[in-house]
Nanobody
Framework: QVQVAESGGGLVQAGGSLRLSCTAS????????MGWFRQTPGLERNFLAA????????YYADSVKGRFTISRENAENTVYLQMNSLKFEDTAVYYC??????????????????WGQGTQVTVSS
């Protein structure tokens, strides 16, 4: 079992920045590919960004490329999502997810095995 916990959400004005954090724990020595998704009420949970377990490769949705940056600290199994130039339409619940069992389709939410509870990001216009 892997526990996933996000933090860092909140209220920010349009044009501002936030940094989300996510820590995966529960398996000593475990190293996982991790990703970020977001969801607004009534809509699907959409992929934003992912990073391989080594941190050597990152992947982004077109909607956030150039504004959001994913990074990680492997020693802590912690992943960050730096969000800049936030827009009203970025308002959503943001979820962190972990691939434990070898999935590699990082853009597909079904590849992820464990999820956090989500953190709310609200961008005021």
């Amino acid at each position: 079992q892997v526990q996933v916990a996000e933090s860092g959400g909140g209220l920010v004005q349009a044009g501002g920045s936030l940094r989300l954090s996510c820590t995966a724990s529960g398996r000593p020595g475990g190293r996982y590919a991790m990703g970020w998704f977001r969801q607004t009420p009534g809509l699907e949970r959409n992929f934003l960004a992912a990073i391989t377990w080594s941190g050597d490769n990152t992947y982004y949705a077109d909607s956030v490329k150039g504004r959001f940056t994913i990074s990680r600290e492997n020693a802590e199994n912690t992943v960050y999502l730096q969000m800049n130039s936030l827009k009203f339409e970025d308002t959503a619940v943001y979820y962190c997810a972990v691939i434990v069992y070898g999935g590699s389709d990082y853009f597909n939410r079904n590849a992820y095995d464990y999820w956090g509870q989500g953190t709310q990001v609200t961008v005021s216009s």
